[in-house]
């Protein structure tokens, strides 16, 4: 059974138009992420949360927002879509240990968000 | 910012070679992570090493976390049609922050 959900695999949304992805969790782990990636490039990270703790990464544009309302649940919201943003954004938890990371981190399938 | 260094880029093989690829990093990692990516799925964890020194296999997968936390190498023996694929290296510093080298994408022909 998939233990990351991602919903929905694919996403067709018009420029400009709000635009939320979700994802969930069975693992019960303490930290999620959200990534973005573009065709054949490796997964960028946008920012990842600690519990309730968030962490944005200082080259994730203003327009990409996180929500985590309980340890199951992450949500990306982009508020302004562009071309540019078009890709898979993929999720991914782990079990995590603040401050020293020794855990490793399973993804979900992702979702591929179109703009158009 | 930690940042790794993957390589080779691309690897175009005969079915039942062997295949070597590799991570190199700026800085110190605590834990090295490898990951295969089919198209259109999120990555998948292969194998994950904990320890300096530490060689792990993972059927015909083995995968070695460098003497100097700095690099890691991953071996893919007797290659088959399946292995295809995107291979990526990830590694976690201090902090909870995973960060993944460029991608060594596998090609084998049959």
């Known amino acids: 059974d998939a233990m990351v959900i991602q919903n929905p695999r694919y996403q067709v949304t018009q420029f400009g138009k709000p635009v939320t992805l979700s994802c969930s969790q069975t693992?019960?782990?303490?930290?999620m992420y959200w990534y973005q990636q573009k065709s054949s490039q490796a997964p960028k990270l946008l920012f990842h949360?600690?519990?309730?703790?968030?962490?944005n990464e200082a080259d994730t544009p203003d327009n990409f927002q996180s929500r985590r309302p309980n340890t199951s649940f992450c949500f990306l919201d982009i508020r302004s879509p562009g071309l540019g943003d078009a890709a898979m954004y993929l999720c991914?938890?782990?079990?995590?240990?603040f401050g020293t990371g020794n855990t490793e981190a399973f993804f979900g399938q992702g979702t591929r968000l179109t703009v158009v | 910012g930690q940042q790794l260094n993957q390589s080779p880029q691309s690897m175009f093989i005969q079915e039942g070679e062997d295949v070597s690829m590799n991570c190199t990093s700026s800085?110190?990692?605590?834990?090295w992570l490898w990951y295969k990516q089919d198209p259109g799925e999120g990555p998948v964890l292969l194998i994950a090493?904990?320890?300096?020194?530490e060689l792990t296999s993972n059927g015909r997968l083995t995968a070695q976390f460098g003497i100097t936390r700095k690099d890691s190498f991953l071996n893919i023996s007797a290659s088959i049609p399946s292995d295809v694929g995107i291979y990526f290296c990830?590694?976690?510093?201090?902090?909870?922050?995973?960060?993944f080298g460029a991608g060594t994408i596998l090609r084998v022909k049959s």
């Open positions: 991914a938890t782990s079990r995590g240990s």
């Open positions: 693992l019960n782990h303490n930290v």
């Open positions: 949360y600690y519990d309730k703790d968030f962490n």
């Open positions: 800085s110190i990692f605590n834990t």
């Open positions: 090493l904990y320890k300096a020194g």
């Open positions: 990830a590694g976690q510093g201090n902090g909870n922050k995973l960060v």
